[in-house]
């Protein structure tokens, strides 16, 4: 993912049987400071039965390099950040923010979205 870039993810819920609706939540530790704002880095959210799609827009001021994603599933409500005794699973990845790709037209800088999919199954 680029600084500036959008990404599309896809969340599916992996059932062995039957599928029930879900609440999900999906934080980026964009300042890299080691904590998931729930207000200020929650990067996408939805509910449904089996896969959603949402698109994350990565802020232009992040800064390149690894960074923290946290996604959450819960059956009960939206999830926090970090919760215990919830009825659902979290999974933490790190993805990686690359510099924003800019090019010159008529003499305005303009920053190019790059948009890229991402599927993740929990």
Known sequence: MNSG???TIRL???YAGFAYPEY????IDWNKDGVLDPFAEEAAYGYGIGTIT???HVPHH?????VLMR???DYNGWPATCALGFSGEAEDYTISIGES???QIDGINTAVAN???TEIVV
């Not at 999900?24 to 934080?27: E, K, L, Q, R, Y």
Request: no cysteine; glycine share 8%.
């Open 24 to 27: 999900w939540s999906v934080f």
């Open 71 to 73: 996604v959450v599933m």
């Open 12 to 14: 599916t819920p992996g």
């Open 54 to 56: 949402r698109t994350i």
């Open 5 to 7: 870039s959008q990404q």
């Open 101 to 103: 790709l800019n090019l």
């Open 62 to 66: 992040v800064t390149a390099g690894d």
């Open 115 to 117: 948009t890229t999919h």
